[in-house]
């Protein structure tokens, strides 16, 4: 279970170094109707750090189940998984313009 829990944290971070590589290639070399090329870059970038933070959270809550679970490591889990979240939550704020749990509006 640690392997998967690497494995895991190792993708995570490819994404997000990969990711704005990605990102970058998008904003030069496509053609974007509307001239929203800055727009598109940076909701590429933000998808590619919150996918990132998703496989990061994963590996860390695999990593503490796996190994003997400590008040000490859960405390530690808890509050990574916090400041994660938060950072998930601002991110797709920034992005999207809106919470999560609002409701798409016709025509997005």
Avoid: C
């Amino acid at each position: 279970m640690g392997l998967a829990a690497i494995t895991i944290e190792v993708a995570g971070v490819l994404v997000m170094v990969i990711g704005p590589f990605f990102a970058l290639y998008r904003y030069f070399f496509h053609e974007h109707e509307d001239g929203s090329t800055y727009r598109t870059f940076r909701h590429d970038l933000g998808k590619a750090i919150l996918l990132g933070l998703e496989f990061l959270v994963a590996g860390d809550i695999i990593a503490t189940v796996s190994t003997a679970p400590k008040m000490e490591n859960v405390l530690v889990l808890a509050v990574i998984v916090v400041i994660r979240t938060f950072l998930s939550l601002s991110l797709q704020v920034e992005l999207e313009g809106k919470w999560p749990w609002q409701k798409r509006e016709i025509g997005d």
